[in-house]
């Protein structure tokens, strides 16, 4: 079945209909609709199609050299066009990610008030809370809103806090589920929860847009973020709230807070846990063992690296059948302080509300022997994650230590932005003699094999190849909460498309070019695991789940236009 485009009524003409993103086409209204729409005077006279928009669009793109400069530019777009916008960015989706993304976008968002042109997205600041739900209903008011994406800035990728900046990390998240997913992004709403910002940078900075105000904390900060939530959940309950991007402290405590009150998803949490889960699962392939035969350690042991621990703990004990605490024990957690033992805990210098499930209770780690090398060493760990912000932290002689005593040492620098990764992949690579699994947080490219071998393509163990599916999949089924069992669905279908499954000289991972079919599949296995569990919201089978996600998949193509004054005008 193929979707029949729809004629929309529109109310618009004029300046305003070219100024709206949504409905603007530019040089792409056709003669019947520039008359209709008064645009005949407005325009240049040629009629353009979508596919000639591109390649102009294309084009200026690239005559901007940094990549920044393109960010800009493509951001440009986006507030003029969405099909445009969209429509390009799917057709150049491997080059122009990140652009859109990491690693660029984290300049951008560095640079927010500096760069500012215009706003997108919904201010929501400490100082104007009285208003909260007012400013909300003017952005919402009579829209449907499937997904809200929000984030209160405090750790921005890994460049800490950025204040308002981070409104760029909610509309670049929703970007990618607009474009990866299909969600229509007339559904969306990318919210910053401006709390103040403790970056001195920013509060020196008279050009500043944000609340120059230290971070509020405590009560008054779960009293905000509250109203924010209560906000979602009476106007918009059926909606997928998705956390970006919030801080240590907060971002598992909200998870665990709201989960089971509104369909709540942390991507860094859960996103990130998912897609290193199928990384490994991948990995786990290639060397022909089990998830729980691995000892693995975790360097940064935050949000994501927590977040990814438990997920793969989770799925040692659903798919290997072995016990919680046996599977907990698989993991070596380090952070500032080293290890984390109970030693270190009974000194103060692990986080409060660290779990105890992943601290070790060995007696004979010694203080000052419990460095990333020496517990390599010691443990001789097959899998390294880094996830500490903590640039080339994995030094030659961790590398060499991973792979003197493991045949296919599983090495993954996830920290983004990519000047951030704790070992480049070529560097990991080659020290190992081209043993080793490499999968990083932001692209890379190829590396040379020894003995003319292939190149290794390192795979991109990015939330952003799994979460737009996992958040259709849930919107797709209406699902009242994302549940464990219907990521662990997704997990694995985004798993059973690893290229390394057929080839063990291949990616761990899909290419994220293909993003899009592999978030279509993730989508139906979640939205059929909703089903089979009673989570969805639905009263259709799992049998009409696959046609349902592509009638429900948005496209970017122009669709006809007709005037009515009764029609739609926002
Ligand atoms: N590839 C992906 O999909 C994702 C990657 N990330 C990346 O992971 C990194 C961490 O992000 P979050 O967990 O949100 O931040 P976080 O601040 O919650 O965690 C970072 C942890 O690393 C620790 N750390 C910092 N310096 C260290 C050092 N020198 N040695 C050992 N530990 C150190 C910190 O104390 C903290 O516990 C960021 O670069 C982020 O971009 C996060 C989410 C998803
Ligand atoms: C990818 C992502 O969510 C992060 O680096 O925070
Ligand atoms: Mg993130």
Redesign the pocket.
């Known amino acids: 079945m193929t979707k029949t485009p729809r004629t929309l009524k529109l109310a618009l003409r004029g300046e305003a209909l070219l100024e709206h993103p949504q409905y603007n086409k530019g040089t792409a209204f056709s003669a019947r609709e520039r008359n209709e729409f008064g645009l005949v005077g407005r325009l240049p006279v040629k009629v353009n199609t979508l596919d000639h928009q591109c390649e102009r669009a294309y084009q200026q793109l690239k005559t901007a050299e940094k990549p920044i400069q393109q960010n800009e530019f493509l951001q440009s777009v986006k507030v003029q066009n969405w099909v445009l916008y969209y429509s390009l960015l799917g057709r150049h989706l491997r080059e122009l990610m990140p652009i859109i993304y990491?690693p660029t976008e984290a300049e951008a968002i560095a640079n927010y008030s500096r760069s500012f042109r215009r706003p997108e997205g919904l201010f929501l600041t400490f100082c104007n809370a009285d208003s909260m739900e007012a400013d909300y209903l003017e952005q919402t008011r009579g829209r449907t809103i499937d997904l809200i994406v929000c984030s209160d800035a405090e750790?921005?990728?890994?460049i800490g806090d950025q204040g308002v900046g981070g409104i760029g990390?909610s509309t670049a998240?929703s970007a990618v589920y607009t474009l990866v997913a299909g969600i229509d992004p007339a559904n969306t709403l990318c919210v910053v929860l401006d709390v103040g910002t403790n970056n001195k940078s920013l509060l020196d900075d008279p050009l500043y847009i944000g609340w120059p105000h230290a971070r509020v904390r405590g009560a008054e900060y779960d009293a905000f973020v509250d109203k924010f939530v209560q906000l979602v959940r009476k106007h918009h309950p059926h909606s997928l709230l998705h956390f970006?991007?919030f801080g240590v402290d907060n971002a598992q405590r909200l998870l665990e807070l709201y989960r089971d009150k509104h369909a709540v998803f942390n991507?860094?949490v859960q996103?990130?846990g998912a897609v290193t889960l199928a990384t490994l699962m991948s990995a786990v392939g290639v060397t022909k063992s089990k998830l729980s035969d691995q000892r693995i350690i975790v360097y940064g042991a935050g949000t994501?690296g927590l977040g990814i621990a438990a997920q793969i703990r989770d799925a040692m004990v659903v798919m290997d059948g072995v016990r919680k605490e046996d599977a907990s024990g698989k993991f070596y957690m380090i952070d500032k302080f080293g290890l984390l033992t109970k030693g270190l805990k009974q000194a103060g210098k692990t986080r409060q509300n660290f779990p105890d499930d992943f601290i070790r209770t060995e007696d004979d780690w010694t203080e000052g022997q419990t460095s990333l090398l020496d517990v390599v060493k010691r443990v001789k760990a097959t899998v390294l994650i880094g996830t500490s912000t903590h640039a080339g932290a994995f030094t030659r002689e961790v590398v060499e230590a991973m792979a003197a005593h493991c045949d296919r040492p599983v090495i993954l620098p996830?920290?983004?932005?990519s000047k951030l990764v704790e070992v480049h992949p070529k560097d990991a690579n080659d020290w190992t003699g081209g043993k080793a699994l490499i999968a990083t947080?932001s692209p890379f490219e190829p590396v040379k094999m020894p003995n003319g071998k292939k190149d290794y393509v390192i795979a991109e163990c990015?939330?952003?190849l799994i979460y737009p599916g996992l958040g259709f999949g849930c919107i797709l089924s209406k699902s009242r909460s994302l549940t464990d069992t219907m990521l662990i669905a997704g997990t694995r279908a985004l798993a059973s498309l690893s290229p390394a499954l057929k080839d063990p000289d291949d990616s761990l991972l899909p290419d994220f070019g293909d993003a899009p079919d592999v978030n279509f599949h993730v989508a139906v296995a979640v939205a059929e695991q909703a089903i089979e569990e009673g989570s969805a919201g639905v009263e259709w089978g799992k049998d009409e789940v696959k046609e349902r996600a592509r009638q429900a998949r948005w496209e970017p193509v122009y669709q006809e236009y007709v005037y009515d004054v009764e029609g739609l005008r926002d």
Not at 155 to 158: P, R, T
Request: charged letters at 25%; hydrophobic letters at 30%.
């Open positions: 990491t750790a921005i990728l890994g990390i998240k970006e991007d991507d860094d996103g990130t994501a996830l920290s983004n932005p947080g990015n939330n952003a």
